[in-house]
């Protein structure tokens, strides 16, 4: 793929690029809709990746050609970059993500770009935070700025919620950034530290997408809010609570008759999802992939009757998954409303499984779902391409 882009790049533009660089998507694990209540987060870089050829060029005008999306190259002027998204467009990431770097002060010098991508778009594997990923992290070489992950991922998060207007913690940006070869990352959105936790052995994760769409710029900004009302709620009790993370199950349900009955069940769910994430690390360091799969199951219906997430294909999803021998646990998986699940397998029986879901799946919606066999991967870096040769 990076010999594609750079080709790419030669054909579009007529010369060599200097850089390539790359950013894998993500999956969520565990720990749904917990990372902007300062939460955990068990998640993965997968082996799929976002490709970006740059080189410098003087001027203010960008020209960016990414083919998988749109045949023709889409120029913008820097000068110009309005404060907000002003329409759905693939080109408004990479405007938002030059725009973070306008406000912070800095001078970023006009440039070409090719992008080519394996990680599905709209899917919910994070093809926005791929894509952000990649090019910030050339931005960062070209201004010579010291490589913060911290700050990386700010960046990132800052071109969701500033330009394009969705209201996203900083998970996707973590996860892409952060990931390690058969490993999960486990992140803490408090004082934003990330750990390594290994796969257990010849596990695979089988993504199927439920073909719905999902606009995380509404229901998500809205969910997000019920979680701060609840914070303001607990807070006449436990005053020293800074968020839902400061929370747990015990706390929280000794106040339920304190809350609207809905605003209760969002809390519920990220309060659990918590909790969840640190029973799954008890159950990793101990081998337990059975005990570990359960938990997906118990986020997902957590889903379901606590943060109305789901939809029913990705029920549907789920159920096969809990009918079949072949799988070990099954969830949604991201920000929901839609999207992807993720379901837990042996990796010597990922094909079938994915072909036995799949044709159930057809049978009763009609259209075969996309499917993807993922591995835990090494996150996002950049290299010269002197040093590739
Ligand atoms: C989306 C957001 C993330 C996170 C998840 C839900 O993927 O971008 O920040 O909130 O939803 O866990």
Not at 304 to 318: G, R
């Amino acid at each position: 793929m990076i010999n594609d882009v750079l080709k790419l790049f030669n054909q579009t533009f007529g010369a060599n690029a200097t850089i390539c660089s790359q950013a894998p998507g993500r999956l969520e694990i565990l720990g749904n809709h917990t990372d902007y209540n300062e939460g955990f987060v068990l998640s993965t870089a997968v082996d799929c990746y976002t490709f970006i050829a740059i080189k410098e060029i003087p001027g203010d005008t960008c020209k960016v050609i990414s083919p998988e999306i749109e045949k023709e190259i889409r120029t913008f002027s820097l000068n110009q970059i309005a404060d907000h998204a002003e329409s759905q467009d693939w080109l408004n990431y990479i405007k938002g993500t030059v725009k973070e770097f306008q406000k912070r002060g800095m001078q970023v010098p006009a440039f070409e770009a090719a992008i080519l991508s394996t990680v599905p778009l709209s899917a919910g594997m994070s093809s926005s935070a791929s894509l952000e990923i990649a090019l910030l992290q050339r931005l960062h070489e070209v201004l010579d700025l010291e490589k913060d992950i911290n700050e990386m991922a700010r960046i990132g998060q800052g071109c969701e919620n500033n330009f394009i207007g969705a209201n996203t913690g900083l998970m996707d940006q973590f996860s892409s950034l952060a990931g390690q070869k058969d490993s999960f990352v486990l992140s803490e959105y408090r004082n934003l530290t990330v750990k390594a936790v290994p796969v257990p052995k010849n596990i695979s994760l089988v993504v199927f997408n439920s073909g719905v769409k999902h606009d995380l710029s509404q229901e998500y900004n809205e969910r997000r809010l019920q979680c701060e009302e609840s914070v303001k709620i607990l807070k006449q009790f436990y005053p020293d609570i800074q968020s839902l993370r400061d929370i747990n199950l015990q706390q929280l349900e000794a106040q339920i008759i304190n809350f609207p009955e809905e605003v209760y069940r969002r809390a519920l769910h990220v309060v659990g999802e918590n909790d969840r994430v640190h029973k799954a690390l008890n159950c990793l360091e101990q081998k337990d992939v059975e005990g570990f799969a359960e938990l997906l199951f118990d986020s997902h219906k957590s889903s379901i009757d606590n943060f109305e997430n789901s939809c029913q294909e990705l029920d549907f999803l789920v159920n096969i998954a809990q009918s079949s021998s072949l799988c070990y646990g099954a969830r949604i998986s991201g920000g929901g409303f839609g999207g992807i699940s993720i379901h837990l397998v042996e990796s010597h029986r990922a094909e079938d499984y994915q072909q036995f879901v799949q044709s159930t799946f057809k049978n009763h919606y009609g259209f075969t779902p996309d499917s993807f066999i993922c591995q835990s991967a090494q996150g996002a870096y950049s290299e010269k391409l002197v040093e590739l040769v």
